[in-house]
């Protein structure tokens, strides 16, 4: 429907199989792996190989259409075991709002209890996943309408094709600029530990012909010392009720860095993002995961013992630093506590 899609696709429904893009071997190999239990979904999604909030969401949701075709013509049993699969699935990661939003769609199905289970169960997932890509497009076209001429922007993680139905948030926004021609620079954050910004947000970018400057977050408040640096443009994993916003460990040291260079921060999300029902910041639960994941380049082979680490996978921006949410519903500019809910879920 849209005249500036992107060809990559993390997530495919064929053949009553799930197939994901496995972003853990990108950008050096383009190979999907096919997914026919609930578990596998779940433990995929731990593993990171479908990574980004919405995704998880729409791969947790075909991952219940796969548990309802393996165990429904099961009696009582299967019923138990489709929802031990929904809480397996709800557990394998623990801040993208949008895996619980999505559960809660399917699980809505369920208790609607239509004649073919399984077909109602599949049609809502391929809503779940078309209804995403077309917020995406939304919110494209309103964060675009925010940039200035010849914009100079720097995103983090990655936003894009790859971490939700389609297109993406803030990447979407950055896709969208492009189209209308009014980018001058998009720079790129490397993302350490998993390199979603190297890996990922450069490899979308470098598809779809749109230009990037990587630099390793270090040297990020020092580009907005150097030149001017419109917008930083963020994703979200959730949003509660009062604007604080979670996101990929770094989104806080780039929008306190903003702050001080008078750069506006910018937050694109679906309202499948949204959490009305936690106040603030403080309710939202933070993921850490091993130290290994940020010790592996540099031991064994130098030989530490005794060196640790601490790897939170995500951060809490205050609502006070960010000057705009975008959500496919609307814009809130300077979101305080109660703005919000007229463009929350
Ligand atoms: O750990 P990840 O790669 O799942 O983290 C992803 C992010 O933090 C994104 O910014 C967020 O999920 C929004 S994706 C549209």
Not at 35 to 64: C, D, F, K, Q
Not at 72 to 92: C, F, M, P, W, Y
């Amino acid at each position: 429907v849209q005249d500036f899609t992107s060809r990559v696709q993390a997530i495919r429904w064929q053949n009553d199989r799930l197939l994901l893009l496995d972003q853990r071997l990108l950008p050096a190999e383009e190979r999907y792996l096919e997914l026919s239990t609930a578990p596998e979904v779940a433990e995929a999604i731990h593993n990171m190989t479908v990574r980004g909030a919405p995704a998880i969401g729409i791969a947790a949701a075909y991952a219940v259409v796969l548990s309802a075709a393996q165990h429904l013509a099961n009696g009582k049993q299967g019923q138990a075991a489709l929802q031990r699969d929904i809480e397996v699935l709800r557990a394998s990661r623990p801040t993208a709002i949008n895996l619980h939003w999505a559960l809660a769609r399917m699980l809505q199905v369920l208790a609607a209890g239509p004649a073919d289970l399984v077909a109602a169960l599949q049609a809502e997932a391929v809503r779940i996943h078309r209804e995403d890509r077309e917020a995406n497009y939304r919110m494209a076209e309103l964060g675009a309408a925010l940039l200035p001429q010849d914009a100079v922007v720097l995103t983090h993680c990655n936003t894009g094709a790859l971490a939700t139905g389609g297109y993406g948030t803030a990447l979407g926004v950055i896709r969208k600029a492009h189209a209308d021609k009014k980018l001058k620079q998009v720079y790129a954050t490397e993302t350490r530990p998993w390199l979603q910004g190297a890996r990922l947000t450069a490899w979308e970018l470098e598809q779809d012909r749109i230009p990037v400057s990587l630099l390793v977050e270090g040297a990020a408040a020092s580009l907005m010392q150097t030149l001017k640096v419109d917008w930083v443009i963020v994703g979200a994993d959730r949003i509660a009720a009062n604007g604080d916003v979670a996101n990929k460990i770094g989104t806080y040291a780039l929008a306190v860095a903003a702050k001080y260079h008078g750069v506006k921060v910018m937050v694109v999300a679906p309202s499948s993002t949204f959490d009305l029902q936690t106040a603030s910041a403080a309710g939202i639960p933070i993921e850490h995961r091993a130290v290994e994941e940020i010790t592996r380049i540099i031991s064994p082979a130098q030989g530490y013992k005794n060196v640790g680490g601490w790897n939170p996978v995500f951060d809490v921006t205050p609502a006070g630093l960010i000057d705009a949410i975008v959500s496919e519903r609307g814009i809130v500019h300077a979101p305080l506590a109660g703005r919000l809910a007229a463009i929350a879920g």
